[in-house]
C-alpha cells in the first residue's frame, strides 16, 4: 500500500505537480530505452526461433529438409536460413532469408545451389546433361538415362512448398503468445508497475527527471534479463 502524506497547500501542489511530471518522464525514459530492450528481444527471439525450425524439422523431416544441407535436416550447422529482425519506428520485425547450399546429394556432382528457395516456393527446374551428353538419374526406384532435358515442376513436392513460411508463421501465432512470453518472464515484467510505484518518492521530490531515469532503466532491465 503507498501512502503519501502533505504538509500544507504549497507543498501539495509542488509534490502533485512533481508526481505528473515523473509519470511522463517514466514513459518518456521508457520510450528512450526502447531500441536497447527490442535489440534483446530481437536476439533471443532469433535464438528461439532457430531452435524452434530445427525441431520441427527433426519431427517432419518430409516437410523441412529443403531448408537444410543434404543429410543434415535439423542440425543448427546444415541451416539454409538465416533470422534477422530489424528495429524500427513501429517495433521490431523479423524475417528469414535463404542461403546456398554448398553440399552434394549422392549421386550428383554438383550442389543444388537455390535448393531451398526453389522447393520453397515450388520453382520447377529443367534438368540436363553438362558434361555429357545423357542424363542419368533415379526415378521411382530405377535408374533412367536419357539425352533429353527433363522438366521438374515441383522438386520438393507438395509438402515442402511453403512448409518454411508455415513454420515461421506457426512460430509468431501459437508459440511466441503461448510459450516465449511466459517462459522469458516478459508478460510479468512488463505488467508489473514495481518499477515505477518504488521511485514515487522520488518522483515527489525530484518530478520528471526521477522519472526518466526509473522508465530508462526499468525497460532495460527487462531486456538485459531476458
Do not use: C
Not at 89 to 101: D, E
Not at 192 to 201: G, R, V
Amino acid at each position: 500500500m503507498i501512502e503519501v502524506s502533505f504538509d500544507d497547500n504549497k507543498q501539495f501542489l509542488k509534490e502533485m505537480n512533481n508526481l505528473v511530471a515523473y509519470a511522463g518522464g517514466f514513459l518518456d525514459g521508457a520510450k528512450s530505452g526502447m531500441p536497447f530492450f527490442l535489440a534483446s528481444v530481437g536476439e533471443k527471439t532469433k535464438e528461439i526461433l532457430e531452435q524452434f525450425i530445427d525441431a520441427n524439422a527433426r519431427s517432419n523431416p518430409e516437410a523441412l529438409h529443403h531448408v537444410y544441407e543434404w543429410y543434415q535436416t535439423g542440425s543448427p550447422e546444415g541451416r539454409l536460413f538465416d533470422i534477422d529482425y530489424q528495429i524500427t519506428n513501429v517495433g521490431l520485425s523479423m524475417s528469414g532469408t535463404f542461403t546456398q547450399s554448398q553440399t552434394v546429394k549422392a549421386g550428383s556432382k554438383d550442389p543444388f545451389y537455390d535448393k531451398a528457395k526453389i522447393m520453397e516456393e515450388g520453382i520447377g527446374v529443367t534438368i540436363a546433361p553438362k558434361r555429357s551428353t545423357v542424363l542419368v538419374f533415379e526415378d521411382a526406384g530405377k535408374t533412367v538415362f536419357t539425352s533429353n532435358s527433363v522438366r521438374v515442376d515441383n522438386p520438393g513436392g507438395s509438402a515442402t512448398q511453403g512448409s518454411f513460411d508455415r513454420t515461421f508463421e506457426m512460430f509468431f501465432t501459437s508459440y511466441f503468445r503461448q510459450s516465449f512470453m511466459e517462459i522469458s518472464g516478459l508478460k510479468s515484467q512488463l505488467g508489473s508497475l514495481m518499477a515505477f510505484t518504488n521511485n514515487l518518492q522520488a518522483g515527489m521530490r525530484i518530478g520528471r527527471g526521477a522519472g526518466v531515469s526509473a522508465g530508462a532503466q526499468w525497460i532495460k532491465n527487462i531486456g538485459a534479463s531476458i
